[in-house]
């Protein structure tokens, strides 16, 4: 082994182990706050969040569960942050908020990751992320998402969804039995789009994606723009529902649901 390489490896070494050690330094509070909501059907279901992933997905019970937990590097980063969680008839709202001083110099050491539990045919409606990825599972109600700087990844939809993400993949699949839908808008600037969908819908499709490939398993035709990217205009079955992707820098791709 040369003497490269060997000192390649222990610099890698002491890099990873700093790290660990940084990681293990930089949890150093973590706190778990849980609310439950009692809600009939079609219910919404509104959150914001800016530092921290979000689970959202369904369960068979008559009410919705929020679990925060929060972790920051000092108890002045923790004591910037505040969760408000109310409820208004049917609609649970969740907000994250920083003091302003604190959202300046401590947004880096205190954030704060949410999973959320709620009937399938909620409606998620202004759910709003600044720095983390969204998960969202079996819902059959309307999504309204948008995303900062993180993925967004939907599987088990139904229902109408407008869904971007500005640095990060859009992927969404929606179930077999899903062809009653309306309206689907998926976009992004920097990343990619994949679109899953049952084989028998009826759907008018627009496509476009300004540096990036387009792939249907539909047999639809993609044209070249006359600059730059590509653009697809078709008809999946006899047309009718609604279905817009746009990304700037990223491929677009539309497959079937398996």
């Not at 330094?25 to 992933?53: C, K, Y």
């Amino acid at each position: 082994m040369s003497k490269v390489i060997k000192n390649s490896l222990l610099s890698l070494v002491m890099f990873t182990s700093f790290n660990l050690l940084s990681l293990q330094v930089s949890a150093q509070i973590n706190e778990e706050i849980a609310q439950s909501f009692s809600v009939t059907s079609q219910s919404d279901f509104s959150l914001n969040n800016i530092n921290g992933t979000v689970t959202i997905k369904s369960w068979s019970q008559r009410n919705i569960k929020v679990l925060a937990n929060v972790s920051a590097n000092t108890q002045e980063s923790r004591d910037d942050v505040t969760i408000n969680m109310t409820q208004d008839g049917q609609k649970v709202t969740v907000s994250t908020n920083y003091k302003e001083n604190g959202y300046r110099q401590n947004i880096q050491s205190a954030k704060v990751d949410y999973q959320v539990w709620l009937p399938a045919d909620s409606n998620l409606l202004d759910i709003e992320l600044i720095n983390g990825s969204l998960i969202i599972r079996d819902i059959s109600g309307e999504v309204e998402a948008e995303v900062v700087n993180g993925s967004v990844k939907a599987s088990g939809l139904s229902g109408d969804s407008r869904i971007s993400s500005v640095n990060g993949s859009v992927d969404v699949v929606y179930t077999q039995e899903a062809t009653s839908f309306n309206n689907i808008e998926l976009e992004t600037v920097n990343g990619s789009i994949k679109l899953y969908l049952p084989e028998n819908i009826n759907a008018d499709i627009t496509v476009d994606t300004m540096h990036g490939s387009i792939k249907t398993a539909y047999g639809l035709e993609t044209k070249k723009n006359f600059f730059s990217g590509h653009n697809l205009r078709g008809k999946i079955g006899n047309g009718g529902s609604k279905i817009n992707l746009e990304s700037v820098n990223g491929s677009i791709k539309v497959l079937t649901s398996e």
